[in-house]
Structures are given as C-alpha cells and as structure tokens.
C-alpha cells in the first residue's frame, strides 16, 4: 500500500474489517519488531511505516507466510504517514525503533523525533495510548529527551523522575539494536504516556479540491508555447515545485514535474488541453495518481503564469479558475513567489 493511495485519514476500522487498538511502528526495517508486535497483539490492528520496497515485500510476504493478518505495511516516511493517516486521538501505540540519527547537521533537520513530529505523534495517540522510542546515538538520546518531555501532552511511563531507561522494555531485538550492543554503544529507550490536556489535536492534512484554471488566447495555442520552456523550480506557499520537462501530443501538453508540500512529496504531470468552448484548461493529470495538495494547486498555477506570459493575448477565464487562495495569488501576482521572475522558466536550476 502507498500513502498516495490511502484515504487521508485512513479509516483503519474498516480498512482490518475489525474493531482493535491500532498500533504503529514508523520505519520497521527488517520487520522483526512489527511481526513480532502482530504475534503479541493478536487483537491489534498492526501497521507499519517505511520507505523501502524490499523490506515492504519482504514483511508483507513474512506475515502472509505465518499467518498474520492483522498487520498491514504502507509505503511512506514517517513524517508524511503522521501528517496524512491517522486521525487525532485513534491510534494505541506508536513504536520507533533506532531512526536515522542524519549526523551532519545540514540534514539534522531530516530528523524523525523532533518536537514538531512528537507534537503529531501527540494528536493522533487516544488518552493513555503510548510512544515507544529507542536510539544508541547519545546526541541523538538528547534531542529525543528534549522533544518527548517539552510536549504538554505527553508524560513519562517510566518511574518518577526518570525519563529513559538503559534497557529495552519490551519487544524483540531490532536490527541496528544489535549492531549498537555488539559494539558497546549504550542505547537509551522512552516511554511516554498521552495524558488529557486542554491542547486542541492536531488536524489531519486532507485533501484539497482538484485544481484547474480555464486559459484563452489570441490565435495561438498552448501547443506553440512549448519552445519557450525550460526547467525551473519556484518556491511558493511553504511549497517547492519543479516543472522538468515539457511533452506535446495531439490532446495538448503535460508537463512533467515534482511537487513536494511540507508533508509529502509527489511525481505528477500537468496537463494542458483544449475545451468544447475554445479555452484550454490547465489541471492536474490522472499520471500517477494524484493527490490535490496545496503544491498541486502551485503547480498548476506555475504552468498557468508560464502559459499568460507567452501567449499573445492570453486571459484567465475566471469562471472556471479552481485554485486554492495562495495558489491563486501566485496566478495572479507571484505574491510570496522565490525565483519566480521568470515566469517562463529559464534553465537555472537551484
């Protein structure tokens, strides 16, 4: 399964055919956690996070191979899955065994348990539900300490006046777990408990409406802008978009392009092409599936402006402009727009 095409949120009651605690392990590896979370909880429903397609087949086949049914995997990073799948106050457990500590600090901020994840991980837990986490990288540890306990919502599960413990507290050994005990690394696992606050859930980021703007030009089509394009990526809306290449067909043009919002990244194609009345509309393509995020909306808006500036007499068919606000104010403007001078987009690429 892919995030990409879950329903966000993801309702797991229906998606298992059973009512259980959910509980999540974000980044299993192996798997040998998660199969054997599944194997303990037999009335949970089990469902596991990562970004590799081998370890995604290869537990998928393990489970099927023993038996478990009640585990599913989703392809997905663990940022993306808690911002998307799982509704505020739904899931039982959250497990995250020896994440990636990313030791150069131009990538710390890839770090998984930082206090604006461990806030999401907050919302989605229910009221006495828990978050497990294990790392042997000391700085790490720190890092970690400092996010669990400065989140209001969250209490320690360990003894008074202890917030991680030097031994595992349940569960099997993970594979990076025995690679820092056969070296002599010291490894440091929390426990947290979701109290009842006051502090409001955190939303789950949904989908927006399918965006599209209606264009029409003076004795040109959108075909002959196709010579004037060349790759380049703006930045807009807390979004980055990143049109790379442009196809002409007999239906129009797609543009090839990356979009990537704070919460997820997408591969999709913009399509260009004619309607019964004359206009050309740009939306989204059904290439890839995509989800209509804000950076989709950018997106489409970016192509929009590219296609005014290099058609004579071009005009937006206000009617039929679907965008979300911020989308449209880089349309109209380029409000808030980084390198978006060039509307025609130029060959630099940052």
């Known amino acids: 399964m892919s995030i990409h095409r879950l329903p966000w949120p993801t309702p ?37 996070i990562e970004i590799s397609n081998r370890s995604l087949v290869a537990v998928e086949r393990a489970a099927a ?81 400092r996010a669990l306990a400065g989140e209001p919502a969250l209490a320690s599960a360990l003894a008074a006046g202890v917030r991680s413990s030097p031994t595992r507290l349940d569960g099997v050994v993970t594979k990076y777990e025995s690679l820092a005990i056969a070296a002599g690394r010291p490894c440091a696992y929390f426990k947290y408990v979701r109290i009842a606050t006051t502090a ?16 029409r030009s003076t004795g040109a089509d959108p075909s002959t802008a196709a010579t004037t394009f060349a790759s380049r990526p703006v930045h807009a809306a807390g979004c980055h ?29 913009v399509a260009v092409h004619p309607r019964a009345d004359g206009a050309w509309v740009v939306g989204l393509a059904t290439i890839g599936q995509p989800r209509p995020t804000l950076g989709c909306h950018v997106a489409v808006a970016v192509v929009a402006r590219w296609l005014l500036a290099v058609l004579p007499g ?4 206000a009617e039929a402009l679907s965008l979300d606000p911020a989308a449209r104010a880089v349309l109209a403007e380029g409000s ?7 509307v025609a987009m130029d060959a630099e690429v940052a």
């Open 241 to 269: 978009v990143h049109p790379l290449a442009v196809y002409v067909g007999p239906a129009g043009l797609l543009i090839d392009t990356v979009v990537v919002d704070p919460t997820i990244e997408q591969h999709i194609a």
């Open 12 to 48: 797991w009651t229906e998606f298992f055919g059973r009512d259980g605690p959910v509980c999540v392990e974000i980044g299993f590896g192996r798997g040998a956690f998660l199969l054997d979370l599944a194997r303990r909880r037999p009335e949970a429903n089990v469902v596991g």
């Open 314 to 317: 071009a005009e937006v068919v």
């Open 200 to 215: 409001a859930p955190t939303p789950v980021l949904t989908e927006r409406p399918m965006p599209h703007v209606a264009l």
């Open 336 to 342: 808030g727009v980084r390198d978006s001078e060039a």
């Open 65 to 145: 191979r023993e038996g478990l049914h009640n585990v599913r995997v989703v392809h997905a990073t663990g940022q993306a899955a808690l911002a998307h799948l799982f509704a505020p106050g739904t899931v039982g457990e959250v497990h995250v065994n020896f994440p990636d500590p990313w030791f150069k600090t131009r990538h710390a901020h890839r770090r998984l348990l930082a206090p604006k994840t461990v806030a999401r991980i907050a919302s989605c837990l229910e009221v006495g539900g828990t978050v497990h986490c294990a790392t042997d990288v000391a700085a790490y540890a720190v890092e970690i300490d």
